[in-house]
């Protein structure tokens, strides 16, 4: 396959780490939405797994002179894509501390990405977190090309284990088609469509 026929790369980052997180399954979700809509490469990032330390590199990630092991294999991992829908919760009115550790790690492998963010909480369905992770993004030179703001996304959830599911709502699934439509558009106008 050539460059011209790859498709971009969507990595869906997967923000929260704790166990029992309704994040995974969200994500798993909508993975399978961004699959089905046949325009992307999908890969799942998991923060779990990668399972970074607190930032602790002595230079500023922008030289990318990384020093740790972990933020090597991160850098690789961000590189590659082209893409990103952020999957993350709404902690004391913000986004959580994990998200924020990872985007700190590096700065050239997210910056003039279009990323969608598929947020989620209460009531509030993470629209605060939302709000306050779009500042740190522009601060790397990414473009917010979509939002998928999910209500009582915990009610949403069933099952056990590795076989939860979550079952959006009409509207979420309509939100996860405009995000997809957005980070394609996107894509188009920064050039980046199969040329990376
Ligand atoms: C530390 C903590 C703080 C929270 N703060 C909020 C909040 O400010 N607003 C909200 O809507 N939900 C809040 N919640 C509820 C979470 O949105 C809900 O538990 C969600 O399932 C967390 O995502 P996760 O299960 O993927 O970790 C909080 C949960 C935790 C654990």
Redesign the pocket.
């Known amino acids: 396959m050539t460059d011209a026929q790859r498709r971009p790369l969507l990595q869906i980052i997967v923000a ?1 780490t ?1 166990p ?5 399954p969200i994500a798993r979700w909508f993975g399978d939405y961004a699959r089905e809509y046949e325009a992307f490469d999908v890969e799942i990032v998991d923060l779990a797994d990668v399972a970074l330390p607190m930032f602790a590199e002595p230079e500023h990630p922008r030289f990318a002179r990384y020093t740790l092991d972990s933020t090597k294999a991160f850098s690789a991992t961000i590189a590659r894509a082209d893409a990103f829908a952020i999957v993350f ?5 913000s986004y ?1 501390a994990a998200l924020k550790n990872a985007l700190d790690h590096l700065n050239q492998e997210w910056a003039r990405k279009p990323v969608a963010l598929v947020s ?5 369905a ?1 629209a ?1 977190a939302a709000e306050a992770l779009i500042p740190v993004l522009v601060g790397l030179q990414m473009v917010v090309a979509g939002t998928v703001p999910i209500p009582f ?2 009610q949403r959830v069933s099952g056990e284990g590795e076989a939860r599911t979550f079952e959006p709502a009409p509207e979420t699934e309509a939100g996860a088609k405009a995000a997809l439509d957005g980070l394609g558009s996107w894509l188009e106008i920064l050039g980046l469509r199969g040329a990376r």
């Open positions: 929260s704790r029992g997180r309704v994040g995974e919760p709404e902690y004391n009115h959580n989620y909480g209460g009531v509030a993470g605060r996304a915990g």
